[in-house]
């Protein structure tokens, strides 16, 4: 996998037909656990307590014909066939679906937004914008409050995610675990299943930082082995004891189950829906693989496997009416192979657990990056393979929760009930999320999405109405855990937004910086001094506070904002814009790092060693640029020494060309617009200009001060330049020290009673509950040098 571009394999090889399916194999393991033993616990939940299995069989019927016709509209059609298409930039989930509207569509309430940001090479538009825009994107761009709803739908989506996370290790171990109900007593079995449950459940969470890849290997092979485990033992009940089942596909046994059960059976439905968990993931961890690999191991492998088993469990029930046991995947199997069919369930419970799990983790970090979650540490758990990641907070509160709730539901009926509604919700929302992709990303007729919406949208509201009547018997956790987060994660970012606001409208203009003159009225003192702040114009209110109480500052000063765009991924090459702040004379610089909502942040070090890189590119660039446009003139070096630079240029440094002809891309922006009210964003006015260089061929060419160095490089290079990188190198050696405002945020006098509530409390609470910026972005305690600021907001 590459690190660098988050691909699994190079986009040249994905034609290929053994690498697409060598995808196929390897995303069993991660894609399909949760889905492939949902065949544990399907019927089971289905006649836990609304119907019962009675001698003509219309029960069992009917509720195979609706687990066929469900697994065939919404993982195949509807998952398989259009929404694996709505990738973005071949990423999938809640947030790619919402990304990919933000670009196309003015919706976005992210800050520090810019018009270079729209240059990126992964900032692609699926078509070119149309003249006449649709009037569905006029209105939702008109009103404010759409936004603000489109949001709180993603994250409501977000969070139903999280909470399957906590729902599924719960409910695939007890099932898989509940076949030792057939080798032990009913007094035994009362009092074992719990423990050893919950013991599995811990052992998993223990584990989760190692990281998934040292056992990740191992994980396809059972998934398969599964698969095929289900397949044949439902060939064998279909021949052994009813051919016949297949009948039971035809919706008539649908409408035959309906008009028998009528309410009960309506109500039943919370337990079939049991059979589609864990569709989401063939479009979350899209990014992972391919569409082609993940469409062909469903349509040819996962699908049919699914069909026969539980076509399987139905011939058999539907010759066995009255058994010892309650209805369970185990009654179907031969006492001959229950032991290892019971061993491979199990340790295909645990695979699905992981593969949800790792997913949680991910779209976790994801909202963290796009200013949604509070701040959690992120460890990265493998160096190979991009997108593996492990969070220590989350995973030990989601294990004492999954804990919890085994101990606290005790069966399946309850989770299932709580999984059913997480389940439903998300997909309620990717489905409305879908239509809005399909007029505004696909220019698709309004029809056409209202179709998608009215057909897919009914069939969920139709499970998701069934699940609601289980609100006291389990559903309630799901909708009280998605309330709590949803109003977690809104607080945040509002908050974040806020105090975005505050810094925009107290930041201090460069025509002060300019005032202090060359040694900025401070005295300056060896080293770098990086000033991280989320603006993207101007100077940060937090350092005129500093020097203006301490005036003493390092010689060479880099203010930083670290700021994420909504794509999944930045190329190394586009991830740093870099431009002077104010005249050559004041070595003082802006830096601007963007990243993707899946992209790796860096460590300190690298982060240091390739900013300073970033630096002295630019200053080679900006002399080089200033040599070519003066070549005419005797006064090159002096108009270059005396240049204020206040217009805010900012170049992407990326790769350089061997023939000298640097390969950048220059914004020349104006002044930033003013801010109205609501939620703002920076806007820019730019005229892009490329410079292609001479050769096809590029590499990295690092800058570096040497005596002996060519004569060419010494004539491109003036003394003023060599003079300035001798500094920044000079400011390396010495220390670099981190410089970050540490706020307190209050609600401005005459604000609402929510309002105050929201910031004074709750966001308070969360701020010092969580990891301070510092840890974010892995600074060393040693170089962190933190200014206070009080936010009236």
């Known amino acids: 996998m590459d690190l660098e571009h988050g691909k699994c394999w190079d986009s040249s090889k994905k034609d290929s037909w053994k690498t697409i399916l060598i995808l196929a194999y390897q995303s069993l393991g991660v894609v399909y656990g949760d889905l492939g033993i949902s065949p544990l616990y399907v019927y089971k939940s289905t006649f836990a307590e609304d119907i019962q299995h009675s001698n003509t069989n219309e029960e069992i019927f009917g509720a195979l014909s609706f687990v066929f016709w469900t697994l065939t509209l919404v993982p195949l059609f509807k998952y398989v066939f259009i929404v694996l298409r709505a990738d973005d930039n071949g990423e999938g989930g809640t947030f790619a679906l919402y990304s ?62 999280i909470g399957d996370g906590l729902l599924t290790p719960a409910i695939s171990v007890f099932s898989a675990v509940s076949g030792l109900e057939f080798f032990m007593s009913k007094e035994h079995h009362q009092y074992a299943v719990i423990p050893i449950t919950c013991f599995i459940i811990v052992c998993l969470f223990a584990l989760q930082h190692y990281g998934t890849h040292r056992v990740g290997f191992l994980f396809a092979p059972v998934v398969l082995i599964w698969l095929l485990c289900i397949s044949a033992l439902g060939l064998y009940n ?47 961890d899209l990014g992972h693989f391919s569409y082609a690999a993940i469409q062909i191991a469903f349509t040819f492998l996962v699908y049919p496997a699914l069909i026969l088993a539980y076509m399987g469990q139905a011939a058999y029930l539907s010759k066995h009416h009255e058994t010892n046991y309650q209805i369970s995947f185990f009654v179907s199997v031969p006492e001959s192979v229950r032991w290892p069919v019971l061993v491979v369930a199990i340790l295909a419970s645990i695979v699905g657990s992981q593969a949800i799990i790792s997913g949680t983790f991910s ?30 907070e989350i995973n030990w509160v989601l294990m004492i929760l999954c804990i919890a709730v085994t101990i606290g539901f005790r069966d399946t009926k309850h989770i299932g009930n709580a999984s059913g509604l997480a389940v439903m919700t998300v997909m309620l929302v990717t489905t409305c999320l879908t239509a809005l992709v399909i007029i505004l990303c696909w220019h698709k007729p309004p029809i056409l999405a209202l179709c998608f919406l009215l057909f897919f949208g009914s069939i969920e509201l139709l499970y998701f109405s069934a699940s609601l009547t289980k609100f006291r018997e ?34 201090v203009s460069l025509e002060w910086l300019l005032a202090l003159g ?60 870099v431009g002077r702040v104010g005249p050559a004379a004041h070595r003082s610089y802006r830096c601007i790092v963007r990243y993707g909502y899946r992209d790796v942040h860096q460590d300190v070090d690298s982060f240091e060693s390739e900013l300073v890189d970033r630096l002295a590119d630019f200053i080679c660039y900006d002399w080089y640029k200033t040599d070519r446009t003066n070549l005419y003139t005797d006064d090159a070096v002096t108009s270059r020494s005396n240049e204020s630079t206040s217009d805010g240029r900012l170049a992407v440094i990326g790769t350089v060309s061997l023939s000298g002809a640097p390969a950048y891309e220059i914004e020349e922006t104006l002044q930033p617009a003013s801010v109205s009210g609501g939620f703002t964003s920076v806007e820019s006015v730019t005229d892009v200009i490329e410079m292609e260089p001479v050769r096809a061929v590029q590499r990295r060419v690092r800058f570096a001060i040497d005596d002996q160095s060519d004569t060419d490089a010494q004539s491109e290079i003036n003394l003023q330049s060599q ?9 390396q050696q010495a220390g670099t020290a981190f410089i970050l405002g540490h706020s307190h945020v209050r609600a401005k006098q005459g604000s609402s009673l929510l309002k105050r509530l929201a910031i004074n409390f709750g966001y308070n609470f969360l701020r010092r509950n969580c990891r301070g910026p510092d840890v974010a972005l892995k600074v060393p305690p040693v170089s962190l040098l933190e200014v206070g600021m009080v936010y009236v907001v």
């Open 100 to 161: 990919s509207i933000c670009r196309h569509a003015k919706v976005s309430l992210l800050p520090n937004r810019q018009a270079a940001d729209e240059a990126l090479s992964t900032y692609k538009l699926e078509q070119p914008p149309e003249k006449n825009s649709s009037r569905v994107k006029m209105y939702l761009e008109k009103h404010k409050f759409l936004h603000t709803a489109l949001l709180i739908l993603v994250l409501l989506g977000t969070c139903m995610v």
């Open 238 to 284: 279909i021949i052994h004891w009813n051919s016949h089942v297949y009948q039971a596909l035809s919706p008539y046994y649908m409408f035959k189950f309906l008009k028998k059960t009528r309410k009960r059976g309506w109500m039943s439905l919370g337990g079939i829906l049991l059979c589609i968990t864990g569709s989401e993931a063939m479009f979350a």
């Open 363 to 392: 779209i976790i970090n994801q909202s963290q990056s796009l200013g949604c979650f509070p701040r959690v540490k992120v460890v990265h758990t493998s160096d190979k393979i991009h997108g593996q990641i492990y969070i220590p």
């Open 474 to 507: 389990g559903a309630w956790l799901p909708i009280l855990l998605a309330l709590f987060l949803t109003t977690i994660m809104f607080v945040w970012h509002y908050a974040t937004i806020k105090k975005y606001e505050f810094d925009l409208h107290n930041k």
């Open 518 to 577: 060359p040694s900025l009225g401070i005295a300056r003192v060896p080293g770098i001094g990086l000033v991280f702040t989320d603006l993207t114009s101007g100077i940060p209110a937090n350092f005129s506070r500093f020097v203006t109480n301490l005036p003493a500052f390092h010689r060479t000063l880099v203010f930083v904002c670290v700021k994420s765009v909504p794509v999944p991924h930045v190329p190394p090459a586009e991830r740093y814009l």
């Open 723 to 731: 003079q300035e990188l001798e500094d920044l190198f000079a400011a």
